[in-house]
């Protein structure tokens, strides 16, 4: 079973910046899609980026020239910058690693952006 475990999660100003990572247990697959989702109190989970192993990332629009998604294959890390925080970017955010035959997620972290 693969593993992801995430980090970096906490509570900054609006303005401010946050780095989150998020451990794979595994090496990657050419087949693998790296995501970042996230889940405010009583709202629906939504895509906040996402990337294939040598593809473009594509960003949700409520982020977008804000957060940027990476990923250190040496470290089987996936990483999300964070910047510009505001208010609404406050909720749990998970990772994801999914194919056509697997879906991955992690145990999330917290992000709480105080105004």
């Known amino acids: 079973q693969v593993q992801l475990v995430e980090s970096g999660g906490g509570l900054v100003q609006a303005g401010g910046s946050l780095r989150l990572s998020c451990a794979v247990s595994r090496s990657t697959f050419s087949t693998d899609v790296f995501g970042w989702y996230r889940q405010a109190p009583g709202k629906q989970r939504e895509l906040v980026a996402h990337?294939?192993?040598?593809?473009?990332?594509d960003y949700g629009d409520s982020v977008k020239g804000r957060f940027t998604i990476s990923r250190d294959s040496a470290k089987n890390t996936v990483y999300l910058q964070m910047n510009s925080l505001k208010p609404e970017d406050t909720a749990v955010y998970y990772c994801?690693?999914?194919?056509?035959?697997?879906?991955?997620w992690g145990q999330g972290t917290q992000v709480t952006v105080s105004s």
């Open positions: 994801r690693v999914w194919a056509l035959t697997y879906d991955y």
């Open positions: 990337m294939r192993s040598g593809g473009s990332p």
